[in-house]
């Protein structure tokens, strides 16, 4: 992989670095470039999760087999550094590049959005941070997740956990979410006996240890939170009070024994899922291309993956000379796409409406991940995905 670097103008600003794909003066049959520029962050807070080594993964698989049509991607990296502000730059630069098509895949991308939508350059994102649906060129391969909810979480509890009764831990972050949450629960024939939506995002050791001494005395057999962190410590004090309680996470830690119960849970499949082809296709390529110690180790690689797939997947149907225009329509007529396995079904414009309702499972058992689902579509299904309650 040959990496092009630039220190110009305001890519600099927004830390653009670099460029994948072979040389077109020594691949056989070459015709040309497609040129996709990833928005993403690449360093700063959140850089443990951009997960994009997965995308870049999938484009040098790609590459690496001819192409699309013999055509060879190339991407380019915009780093939004962790910040509201440079992810502006960032998606400005990107756009300005003329590129075929952008991926994104940034938490802090919402600032952005706005102008990526006007610039009517197809995208191709999570649907994580608000704003990626509602427009015809971007194409959330979770759907609307920041604006939609379901009560998976709590299904998989009940299913996984066990927990018909449950108690629902929150902070001021995400206030619809748990109003919505508290209201769909029951759906499932699970019953809330505790809650506290006063959570700090990152809790104290204290706080922690409070709210499990709550949750056992309240008879709780399963947590689900959302806008807290640090859940896999309230799962070793919940063991350690010798309360038999499973906390799901979407936070995904190297666990210990200490942490036995914890169950992990996200709209696509990790690299801990047996029998998934997409799985096996993911785990192949990161190995080959140098990326196999963020195999285990970037747990958002997978749908950084998923998300490349279904970029190639509207190119492939769009063929050359992969016009925006093209490449929109094939995007927006796509039904059912997984990414062979990675993501539950997605579809288009329906994704670009509502958010994902499927997630998959890990346990921890013995201090070791093992999943829960396995096989070409290992998902669980809650109850719809509902808009935020106002």
């Known amino acids: 992989m040959k990496w092009l670097l630039t220190a110009s103008g305001i890519v600099a ?25 990833v928005v993403s962050d690449f360093t700063g807070d959140l ?41 502006v730059q960032a998606v400005r630069s990107a756009v300005a590049g003329k590129p075929t098509a952008i991926l994104g895949g940034s938490f802090v991308i919402s600032t952005a959005l706005p102008s990526l939508a006007q610039s009517g350059v197809p995208a191709v994102g999570d649907g994580f941070a608000a704003g990626w649906t509602g427009h015809k060129t971007m194409f959330p391969i979770a759907g609307d997740e920041a604006g939609h909810i379901s009560n998976v979480l709590a299904a998989v509890d009940k299913k996984f ?108 499949a990790d690299s801990y899922i047996k029998g998934n082809p997409g799985v096996t296709q993911f785990v192949a390529a990161m190995t080959k291309f140098g990326y196999a110690k963020d195999i285990d180790s970037d747990s958002f690689a997978p749908v950084r993956w998923a998300e490349a797939a279904l970029l190639v997947h509207g190119l492939e149907v769009a063929g050359p000379q992969f016009s925006h225009k093209a490449l929109v329509k094939a995007l927006g007529t796509t039904e059912n796409f997984t990414a062979d396995g990675i993501v539950p079904p997605a579809s288009y414009p329906k994704f670009q409406k509502i958010g994902d309702n499927c997630q998959t499972a890990l346990k921890v058992v013995n201090g070791k991940w093992v999943p829960e689902l396995s096989g070409p579509s290992p998902f669980l299904c809650g109850g719809p995905s509902l808009p935020d309650a106002s």
Request: no cysteine; hydrophobic share 45%.
């Open 161 to 268: 956990g066990g927990a018909k009764k449950v108690a629902l831990l929150g902070s001021s972050l995400y206030p619809a979410d748990l109003k919505n949450l508290s209201q769909h629960i029951p759906n499932l024939g699970v019953k809330v006996v505790f809650k506290d939506l006063t959570l700090p995002l990152v809790p104290t050791s204290a706080q922690l240890l409070t709210a499990a001494e709550q949750i056992k005395a309240a008879g709780a057999q399963g947590v689900v939170a959302i806008g807290v962190e640090d859940l896999a410590a309230i799962q070793v004090d919940l063991n350690q009070l010798g309360a038999k309680v499973s906390v799901v996470t979407t936070d995904f830690y190297p666990p210990t024994k200490s942490e036995d119960g914890l169950i992990y849970s996200e709209p696509w």
């Open 47 to 87: 850089e443990v999760a951009n997960g994009m080594k997965g995308a870049l993964a999938y484009f040098d698989s790609v590459n690496a087999t001819g192409g699309i049509d013999g055509y060879k991607i190339v991407a380019k990296e915009f780093d939004t550094q962790s910040s509201p502000t440079t992810a």
């Open 13 to 37: 600003m927004a830390t653009a670095v670099g460029g994948v794909g072979l040389s077109g003066a020594s691949a056989k049959g070459f015709k040309g470039t497609i040129k996709v520029n």
